[in-house]
């Protein structure tokens, strides 16, 4: 599957909403089956163990925006962790910079969330930052740049991205910034999939 591919016709073959933005809610309400299906057809056919996996990693790849070897590496980095492989994964995925001020509320969206950050629109602890990868940190403080237009973007976004906001996270909406309370630990995460399905997918 290619992140090439239309997002809508992704959100409809995986049958959940893996980008967040509310738009593609209404789509899957509005057009629940697959691509291809006829209306009233049977929405999802039988698959295959290896067939779900594989589906369910693509639902996390493509919802945060990484590529099949930054996935993998993130795989490994979470088997090396101490604790549960499959919780620091998704620790690890919540701690990436644009999924942050995605979390935030600041984007209605992991890809524009990574938009607003190459384009550096934000700060951390007071020095400009514009790597999506990066991993936040407890105790961090992430601010806006003080430009009239990326501020009325923010407080856009912030009407509409209210169910997206991180529990770690404690978010002055007069301000626009954020500050990191805590790292995300699995129970704070509400996963876009079975997170253990990609953990058996790369350990076969």
């Known amino acids: 599957m290619s992140v090439k591919h239309p997002k809508g016709k992704i959100v409809r073959r995986l049958g959940t909403n ?13 057009r629940p089956n697959a691509p291809g299906k006829e209306r009233g057809a049977k929405q999802r056919g039988k698959t295959s163990i290896y067939g779900e996996q594989l589906k369910e990693k693509q639902k996390f790849r493509l919802a945060y925006g990484i590529s099949e070897r930054q996935f993998r590496n993130m795989f490994a980095r979470a088997q090396r962790m101490e ?18 001020v995605f979390r935030m509320g600041f984007a209605v969206s992991r890809a524009q969330a990574r938009q607003m950050v190459s384009h550096c ?66 129970g704070d995460i509400q996963p876009i999939g079975n997170i253990q399905y990609v953990i058996e997918f790369y350990s076969r």
């Open 83 to 100: 604790g549960i492989t499959s919780d620091n994964m998704l620790s690890l995925l919540e701690q990436r910079f644009d999924n942050t």
């Open 121 to 186: 629109y934000f700060y951390v602890n007071g020095k400009p930052a514009n790597i999506p990868s990066m991993r936040i940190k407890a105790k961090d403080v992430i601010t806006s740049k003080e430009k009239k237009g990326i501020q009325n973007l923010i407080r856009h976004n912030l009407v509409t991205s209210q169910g997206n906001r991180g529990s770690w996270l404690t978010v002055d909406e007069e301000k626009l910034s954020a500050t990191v309370t805590a790292l995300p630990a699995a």
């Open 18 to 30: 893996i980008f967040g933005n509310p738009k593609y809610s209404k789509l899957l309400t509005k």
